[in-house]
């Protein structure tokens, strides 16, 4: 017989490859800048090595891979990010009615994130969420200092709420992810539509690849 779980009193989401498809795009552009600076990768290697990671922690892999990176090299790769994002991404597939879904239930549901605000400004304002989840719904890593995969960052989110560990669950995209929801003691589910959940599930996150299947999962059908 599987195993039940309680219905969670607050959802937390990544960002990127959760809420927003925007990981394809985010790292088109490192491939393309890292080979300006001698580093040359495939869009599926760089997605493998730096999906979930921080930027400063990108720069420091990338250096020693052999990339001659400036010293203002996080800026400049953000800004040509952010450029990137503006021209438009969409929303994850079935994220609109996910959402919905929790908020007829009354379950809380907020965004914990190790981009920045400015970049869920473009992507979130673009598909008319960033309202939904700013202020009182969003977590940076880059507001609160701390990144995935140390968990402080979901459970400042739980402290915000005033809800306990094992009433959290988190729905992430990226091994760091999953990392820091086991370190907090949340339930993870791994969203994985490519086939890529082996190293989310060996942190203890259940892998799907539908966010339409997230209501059964979390008992409310």
């Not at 921080?54 to 090299?73: D, E, F, H, I």
């Not at 869920?120 to 719904?137: C, D, S, V, Y």
């Not at 915000?160 to 820091?180: M, N, P, T, Y």
Request: charged content about 15%.
């Amino acid at each position: 017989m599987p195993l039940t779980h309680p219905t969670p009193r607050l959802v937390i989401f990544d960002c990127d490859g959760v809420l927003v498809d925007s990981e394809t795009v985010s790292n088109q552009v490192l491939v393309d800048n890292l080979a300006r600076y001698g580093l040359h990768l495939s869009l599926a290697r760089s997605m493998e090595l730096f999906v979930g990671g921080t930027m400063g922690g990108v720069a420091k892999q990338a250096r020693s891979m052999g990339a001659n990176l400036p010293a203002n090299w996080v800026e400049e790769v953000y800004a040509e990010t952010y450029t990137r994002l503006q021209y438009g991404v969409g929303l994850v597939p079935g994220i609109p009615a996910l959402l919905a879904t929790l908020t007829s239930q009354n379950i809380t549901y907020c965004v914990a994130s190790n981009g920045s605000e400015d970049k869920m400004r473009i992507t979130l304002g673009q598909n008319k969420l960033w309202e939904q989840f700013h202020p009182h719904a969003m977590f940076s890593a880059h507001s609160l200092g701390v990144a995935k995969p140390d968990p402080d960052l979901f459970l400042a989110a739980a402290s915000h709420f005033g809800v306990q560990a094992r009433d959290c669950l988190v729905i992430e995209d990226s091994e760091s992810g999953a990392l820091a929801a086991a370190r907090a003691g949340m339930r993870c589910l791994g969203f994985a539509p490519h086939g890529t959940g082996v190293r989310l599930q060996k942190h203890g996150a259940e892998i799907f690849t539908d966010m339409a299947d997230v209501p059964r999962r979390i008992g409310l059908t």
